[in-house]
Nanobody, 114 residues
Framework: VQLQASGGGLVQPGGSLRLSCAAS????????MTWYRQAPGKQRELVAT???????GYADSVKGRFTISRDNAKNTWYLQMNSLKPDDTAVYYC?????????WGQGTLVTVSS
């Protein structure tokens, strides 16, 4: 399985972006589908996750601003990011877990700046 992340770019503070993570095959059997991010000089952190039963979880720093969702028919999950802040600037990676393997996408850069 290969994951392809897309949708990053440059956006002004307060703006919105939607990231996509497309799997090369079916996401059937994926237990979790997750977005991580890594800002310059910082450790990678979990941003949002969605499970196979639709449960979601978010980092405190993005609650109320970001929404994770998935489209099983398109083998894709998304991260809708609203009210973006400069602190959201990072490379965003998608990740999935289908036992016993974790899969990673290549990352997409999000820059929030005026």
């Amino acid at each position: 399985v290969q994951l392809q992340a897309s949708g990053g770019g440059l956006v002004q503070p307060g703006g919105s972006l939607r990231l996509s993570c497309a799997a090369s095959g079916s996401i059937f059997g994926f237990i979790t589908m997750t977005w991580y991010r890594q800002a310059p000089g910082k450790q990678r952190e979990l941003v949002a996750t969605i499970t196979n039963d639709g449960s979601t979880g978010y980092a405190d720093s993005v609650k109320g601003r970001f929404t994770i969702s998935r489209d099983n028919a398109k083998n894709t999950w998304y991260l809708q990011m609203n009210s973006l802040k400069p602190d959201d600037t990072a490379v965003y990676y998608c990740n999935s877990f289908r036992p016993p393997t974790y899969y990673w996408g290549q990352g997409t850069l999000v820059t929030v700046s005026s």
